[in-house]
């Protein structure tokens, strides 16, 4: 269907196909009457009387969904387009009945200031339905941090103030998840600033340390412009670097020298220790959160779905971990290594901790399968991959594959939940995929 016409009726399929696994969705799940309401961009619209289109979606069943979404003739979603200031984007959030009361609540104190979240309901028959709507900027959990943004923060950054109001163009939003943080390009007097402001300030603070020790082992990162201060109100910022990342191009040079730099990263003292028995804690938890979810949004999955379940725990929870555990970056991609030519500057150590060294590998791995499931062969990843692993042993890493099929099996399953949550044309068929070859790898 390489015709206009043929790739909108595929569109139209798709948009068919999701639809009905999101309302099959909704009706397990009348916990949440408004379930099918903030899943489905057609409705969603209805209800707010404007053209958007859903982008992100938590869901907790039978309790809460809460969705971003971005309004009509806006740009694409992550591109920094001056279309695309805060003012683009919104969230919505319904909940099962007895959590009403606090929506209401949040609403009437933020009419008392002067905000924008408010209470949407349907016409009838479907009274039951109430979803509360709001700004980025009244984001419930992020609001006091990006309040202190705005009042401090972009002072002590060096950015320069928005025009009109805060946040809008030319302020660019390049990456938004609701109630946990925003990223946004700024403008500064130099270079552009790409600051992150998370819920959790721990986070920004930990961060702020581990880029310092970072930088002090040479490591190709970005340097932290925040201080102390804006790191207690969960914001890190660096200057705008590079074209782009790695996932987006085609570059052996730059895959190779991020395998070196993962080796450099690997090398470093582990600082406090690594804590097996809270690993393997941690992991158990991971795969059993997973297998939890894939199974309540597909319920025929959960055969394949326990199967892997069970082989995961056999082999990355209980099996041989060869060399003792290192420094891993803990959510390593393509997308988490800019590139400028050659040059390379690893980004995003929110998830770092101390763990099996081909975990990073693995995960590298399946991100390249997913960003080309056609394109997959009898071993995880592709010629990133390949280049990667190469730069790697060059500066002295050692990794078997075995363990890296492992990791990436892993990565897979734990990331067969973001074709739901990120609105995929066709998320079944996505996560089914997910599923499948995760099982291929660890066979």
Not at 17 to 36: E, Q, S, T, V, Y
Not at 91 to 110: C, F, G, M, Y
Not at 194 to 209: N, P
Request: proline share 7%; net charge neutral.
């Amino acid at each position: 269907m390489s015709t206009p016409q043929g790739q909108r009726l595929q569109g139209q399929w798709l948009q068919a196909k999701r639809r009905d696994a999101d309302r099959a969705l909704a009706a397990r799940d009348p916990r949440i009457p408004g379930l099918n309401w903030v899943l489905d961009d057609e409705l969603l619209s209805e209800l707010l009387g404007e053209s958007v289109q859903i982008i992100r979606t938590r869901y907790k069943p039978h309790t809460s969904a809460l969705v971003a979404f971005r309004r009509a003739g806006s740009g694409s979603y992550g591109s920094g387009s001056d279309g695309n200031g805060a003012g683009t984007y919104g969230w919505a959030l319904t909940t099962s009945p007895e959590h009403i009361e606090k929506l209401q609540q949040r609403a009437d104190s933020s009419q008392k200031r002067g905000g924008g979240i408010r209470l949407v309901q349907p016409d009838r028959p479907h009274g039951d339905v109430v979803v509360a709507v709001g700004p980025i900027q009244e984001d419930w959990p992020l609001r006091p941090n990006l309040r202190w943004l705005r009042d401090h923060g972009l002072g002590r950054l060096g950015a320069l103030p928005a025009a009109g109001r805060f946040l809008d163009p030319p302020v660019s939003v390049l990456r938004y998840n609701p109630e946990r943080r925003l990223v946004v390009r700024i403008p500064s007097a130099t270079l552009p600033v790409v600051v992150k402001t998370a819920v959790q300030a721990d986070e920004a603070a930990a961060g702020l340390r581990l880029r310092q020790r970072l930088q002090s082992h040479g490591i190709p990162v970005l340097p932290e412009l925040a201080d102390p201060e804006c790191a207690a109100h969960g914001i890190s910022a660096s200057p705008d670097w590079g074209h782009g990342d790695l996932g987006g191009v085609d570059n052996d040079p730059a895959a190779y020298r991020a395998g070196q730099a993962l080796a450099a990263i690997h090398g470093m003292d582990t600082g406090t220790g690594p804590n097996p028995a809270a690993e393997m804690a941690d992991l158990v938890r991971q795969l059993a959160a997973t297998r939890s979810m894939i199974t309540c949004l597909l319920p025929g999955l959960e055969a394949p779905v326990a199967a892997l379940t069970s082989r995961l725990l056999a082999t990355v929870v209980a099996g041989p971990h060869g060399p003792a555990p290192v420094l891993v970056h803990g959510d390593f991609s393509a997308d988490q290594v800019l590139v400028d030519g050659p040059a390379v500057r690893i980004i995003d150590f929110d998830r770092v901790r101390t763990s099996d060294r081909a975990r990073d590998l693995g995960s590298f791995a399946a991100v390249e399968d997913i960003a080309d499931p056609a394109g997959v062969g009898p071993v995880a990843g592709g010629r990133k991959t390949a280049q990667l692993i190469d730069g790697y042993r060059e500066a002295g890493g050692y990794v078997s594959q075995a363990r890296v099929e492992t990791w990436a099996a892993f990565r897979l399953f734990l990331n067969s939940v973001d074709p739901f949550r990120n609105r995929a044309s066709d998320w079944p068929a996505d996560t089914s995929w997910h599923i499948r070859r995760a099982l291929e790898l660890i066979a």
